[in-house]
């Protein structure tokens, strides 16, 4: 079996999964927090629920970054880390110890998950920390040897600038959304205000978005731009659902709020 043709098939097939996920998510809803609406037959804690199902992604990172072999097989070419390969690996991992372990521990509370979510978010992350491990060190690693950062200063000076503002504003708006019930005003919902909720229903999921596009232009990897893409269509048709929601419950919603990005959707 060859390694990389299998890797460059599963690459294509989530290149063009981004929208089917996008269109059968606008459709379907994603079934957990406000956009439970009808108790699922099994689920899961939680908290352990949502720390099992992102924690996947920054441990399979980890192995296809460093290990020599992945899906059964020897990688094509010896495992070939480098600085640069590093950074984009630490930067992954902080994004996931955030929505992991962090995001959790801050949460005053979280409904049951189903499980069948959960069960999709571990194939989805995992496949997805693969990708990207492997590219960094497997399929292309020639890409990152030598003093990359320096070779393009101006994209990577850039992406991660937008990985840091995307990531500072997601945890910056889930805070927002977690004062809201912490605060004992409101024993459900309440419409949340501040920073971009000023524009947009779903500010934490537009800032994810701008982390992983940062994260793409940055490294110049075809794994992480396909991640992000991906993301993008789950967390934008989720946040359509949510909008909705939202303009439903509350009559007195402001109307020229827009679902995740100002002015346009």
């Known amino acids: ?45 939680g908290k352990w629920g949502w720390f099992v199902m ?8 980890i192995a296809a970054y460093l290990s020599p072999t992945m899906l059964g097989v020897f990688a094509p070419q010896p495992v070939q880390t480098s600085a640069a390969g590093n950074l984009f690996v630490l930067l992954w991992v902080m994004h996931y ?24 978010a571990v194939i989805f992350n995992s496949i997805n920390g693969y990708l990207a491990g492997r590219h960094f060190s497997v399929v292309h690693p020639e890409q990152y ?7 393009h200063p101006v994209r990577c000076l850039a992406g991660l600038g937008l990985f840091a503002a995307g990531m ?17 005003k409101t024993t459900g919902y309440a419409v949340p205000t501040g920073g971009l909720f000023r524009w947009v229903s779903c500010p934490h999921y537009l800032s994810e978005a701008v982390e992983w596009l940062g994260l793409a232009l940055a490294s110049g990897s075809p794994a992480v731009l396909t991640f ?3 993301t993008m269509a789950n967390l ?13 419950r509350f009559e007195d ?9 100002p002015y346009l959707l």
């Open 168 to 184: 500072y504003g997601n945890i910056y708006h889930d805070g927002v959304l977690m004062e809201l019930r912490r605060s004992g």
């Open 97 to 120: 110890v955030n929505r992991a372990i962090v995001y959790p521990l801050r949460a005053p509370s979280r409904k049951p998950l189903p499980l069948d979510t959960v069960v999709q």
């Open 1 to 45: 079996m060859d390694e990389l043709d299998v890797y460059g098939k599963i690459l294509f097939f989530f290149q063009v999964s981004a929208i089917v996920i996008f269109v059968g998510t606008l459709l379907a809803g994603s079934p957990y927090g406000s956009q439970i609406k009808e108790p699922p037959k099994y689920t899961v804690h």
């Open 145 to 151: 040897l030598g003093n990359y950062l320096m070779g």
């Open 253 to 261: 919603y402001p109307r020229n709020r827009k679902a995740v990005i």
């Open 228 to 230: 992000a893409l991906n």
């Open 236 to 248: 934008f048709a989720r946040a359509v659902h949510v909008h909705r929601w939202y303009q439903g």
């Open 54 to 61: 992102e924690i996947v992604s920054p441990v399979v990172l």
